[in-house]
């Protein structure tokens, strides 16, 4: 473990716009942000399904959506992800637990829409989402927790590259359900490793020309 006896904390992440090949992300904002997100996620038919391990969900409409994030705002720092290509806005995520002081902060609220699902795009938003942390801000600790019952919550963060700490047990009552939650973290020691794995899985030598992978990230990443 690395000398700490000088440790002076981190900068708390910022409004920033995080740039990558396929995907750009930029700070939340309800009046810029909460109708494209919605309609991105499914709109009044489906988004409540694909946002329902959401802390405020079911939420009424999109109105009701961005008011509810933007309260959270400070507390939280929201990015919304928007395709490169088309300007698209297709999903969102969220620092949360923010501990500066500490090097520590979770990755949360992750959403995305069908049409950013399993994609590269997905992958990349969450590659520049660790970068920023690990390298701009050099933070230690990077978290990602989950309902327990998010089964496609468990396989991003394995396949991510994330460390499964355990679950705490009857951690919250949600909406008058029992929730056990499970941990997964990244250190920055550990990101070498991943962020390796991770470019050479998004380089484009790694897919076909109708755009299939041709080796998994798991497969790329070194032991």
């Given at each position: 473990?690395?000398?700490?006896?000088?440790w002076q904390?981190?900068?708390?992440?910022?409004?920033?716009?995080?740039?990558?090949?396929?995907?750009?992300?930029?700070?939340?904002?309800?009046?810029?942000?909460?109708?494209?997100l919605w309609?991105?996620?499914?709109?009044?038919?489906?988004?409540?399904?694909?946002?329902?391990?959401?802390?405020?969900?079911?939420?009424?409409?999109?109105?009701?959506?961005?008011?509810?994030?933007?309260?959270?705002?400070?507390?939280?720092?929201?990015?919304?992800?928007?395709?490169?290509?088309?300007?698209?806005?297709?999903?969102?995520?969220?620092?949360?637990?923010?501990?500066?002081?500490?090097?520590?902060?979770?990755?949360?609220?992750?959403?995305?829409?069908?049409?950013?699902?399993?994609?590269p795009l997905?992958?990349?938003?969450?590659?520049?989402?660790?970068?920023?942390?690990?390298?701009?801000?050099?933070?230690?600790?990077?978290?990602?927790?989950?309902?327990?019952?998010?089964?496609?919550?468990?396989?991003?963060?394995?396949?991510?590259?994330?460390?499964?700490?355990?679950?705490?047990?009857?951690?919250?009552?949600?909406?008058?359900?029992?929730?056990?939650?499970?941990?997964?973290?990244?250190?920055?020691?550990?990101?070498?490793?991943?962020?390796?794995?991770?470019?050479?899985?998004?380089?484009?030598?790694?897919?076909?020309?109708?755009?299939?992978?041709?080796?998994?990230?798991?497969?790329?990443?070194?032991?």
């Open positions: 473990m690395s000398d700490l006896s000088n904390g981190c900068e708390p992440p910022r409004p920033q716009r995080l740039e990558g090949r396929t995907v750009v992300l930029e700070a939340f904002n309800a009046d810029t942000h909460a109708h494209d309609q991105a996620l499914g709109g009044d038919m489906s988004a409540n399904e694909r946002i329902r391990f959401f802390p405020d969900a079911p939420y009424r409409d999109a109105d009701h959506f961005g008011q509810s994030y933007q309260a959270k705002q400070g507390e939280w720092h929201s990015m919304v992800m928007r395709d490169a290509q088309w300007n698209i806005v297709r999903g969102m995520a969220s620092y949360m637990r923010l501990r500066p002081e500490h090097g520590s902060v979770e990755i949360g609220a992750v959403a995305h829409g069908e049409a950013m699902a399993r994609s997905a992958t990349e938003a969450h590659y520049l989402l660790m970068r920023h942390v690990f390298e701009d801000l050099s933070y230690r600790r990077y978290e990602w927790k989950l309902n327990d019952n998010n089964a496609p919550s468990h396989k991003a963060a394995v396949r991510l590259g994330f460390t499964f700490e355990g679950t705490f047990r009857q951690d919250m009552v949600v909406h008058g359900v029992n929730r056990d939650t499970a941990w997964y973290s990244m250190l920055d020691s550990e990101w070498p490793n991943r962020k390796a794995a991770l470019e050479a899985w998004l380089a484009p030598s790694n897919f076909t020309e109708d755009g299939q992978q041709i080796q998994k990230l798991e497969a790329l990443r070194p032991t």
